[in-house]
């Protein structure tokens, strides 16, 4: 992104190409169903644009909070979407429209909805390895995209990445880019903090922010997506701190009961303390837990395929090292 769009804040944008319409939101779309989700100071309704009759989300942001003005960290907002357009796995901006207390923004419709809701799930309705292989590629790809585009999430997390469709699995949308920020300006960020339990030791110890930041997120996101459980999660906030700046991670047998050890290996190269040693988006797309199955796109029934498909060309497994001799 240009410097000249950088506003004087941090890492935010301050100029958009989208024309924010005035006219009446209501008039060209119908609110339908319950909301969709909320947040601190957003609201998310599906609605129906009246002229073609497509579902939309609409994600209702109040320009004041706590008694302050936010309405420019909105626009940041909408120019990273903006940025994004061409990224297969954020969620797409179709308008935006402006009241006197809100600003409102048009989103594609991700029907199938938060993957939370599959991570907590039974195990009849929880992802199988192969459901998480695909998706956390997608999560990948996704991210790789922003952070070539110097484009910092800061709050990935299992409900802000959503599905097209839950039955059958469809592809992954990255939404809510509310703490999102720029590093092309190479300054330090180090004023945000996100989810307690997803947020990297650099963020808590007030270290600087980079996109490797996002690849701790992926780690925790990856951990619980396969388990079902929050790895850092701790009984209150200080004890989940605590857990996260000592690394505190359980890759126990019955934790990963019927989960490969490429799995936890590619989990084991995110959840490095140091940032600078942690894989990056593209390093993680080259991993063999991501890159080496049979099926990489959506196929219906990629769930019932067994986990580890032999193949031909690849070996199962590595040559043991050599041991010392004793
Ligand atoms: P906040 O900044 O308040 O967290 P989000 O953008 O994360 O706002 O939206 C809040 C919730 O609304 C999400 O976690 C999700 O459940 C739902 N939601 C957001 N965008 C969409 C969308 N495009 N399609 C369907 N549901 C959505
Ligand atoms: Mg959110």
Same mark, same amino acid.
């Given at each position: 992104?240009?410097?000249? %769009? ?55 942001? %109040? ?35 402006? +009241? ?21 799930? =039974? ?6 390895? @192969?459901?998480?292989? *695909?998706?956390? *590629? @997608? #999560? ?18 299992? @409900?802000?990445?959503?599905? +097209? ?7 992954? %949308? #990255?939404? =809510? ?12 960020? %180090?004023?945000? #903090? ?14 600087? #922010? ?11 996101? +990856? ?11 701790? =009984? ?28 936890? =290996? ?41 986990? @580890?498909?032999?193949? +031909? ?14």
């Amino acid at each position: 992104m240009p410097d000249s %769009r950088m506003s004087g804040k941090k890492g935010m944008v301050s100029s958009i190409r989208t024309r924010i319409r005035t006219d009446s939101f209501s008039t060209n779309y119908e609110i339908v169903g319950k909301e969709l989700g909320r947040g601190k100071f957003a609201v998310v309704k599906k609605c129906i644009e009246k002229a073609t009759g497509k579902e939309h989300a609409a994600k209702f942001l %109040r320009k004041r909070r706590k008694g302050q003005d936010c309405r420019s960290d909105i626009i940041h907002e909408i120019a990273v979407l903006e940025s994004a357009e061409s990224n297969p796995f954020v969620v797409s901006l179709h308008e935006v429209y402006e +009241t006197a207390a809100e600003i409102i923004l048009v989103l594609e419709y991700a029907a199938g909805g938060e993957i939370f809701h599959q991570c907590v799930a =039974d195990s009849d309705e929880s992802f199988t390895e @192969q459901d998480v292989i *695909r998706l956390v *590629r @997608q #999560i990948l790809v996704g991210v790789a995209c922003l952070h070539g585009n110097n484009v910092v999430h800061l709050d990935l997390k299992p @409900q802000n990445v959503l599905l +097209t469709c839950s039955q059958p699995l469809g592809d992954i %949308r #990255i939404v =809510d880019f509310g703490l999102s920020r720029c590093m092309d300006d190479m300054t330090e960020v %180090r004023e945000i #903090i996100g989810t307690p339990e997803y947020v990297a030791p650099e963020v808590l110890n007030y270290e600087p #922010i980079s996109t490797a930041t996002d690849m701790w997120s992926i780690g925790v996101l +990856t951990y619980v997506m396969l388990t079902g459980e929050s790895p850092f999660l701790g =009984d209150n906030k200080q004890e989940t701190f605590l857990n996260i700046s000592q690394v505190n991670v359980d890759y126990s047998q019955e934790v990963f009961e019927g989960v490969s050890s490429l799995a936890i =290996d590619f989990i084991k190269s995110l959840l490095i303390k140091d940032p600078r040693r942690r894989a990056t988006a593209e390093e993680c797309v080259a991993h063999p837990w991501v890159s080496e199955h049979p099926h990489p796109q959506s196929h219906p029934h990629s769930t019932l395929l067994p986990t @580890q498909e032999p193949k +031909t060309n690849h070996p199962e497994s590595e040559p043991e090292p050599e041991s010392p001799a004793h």
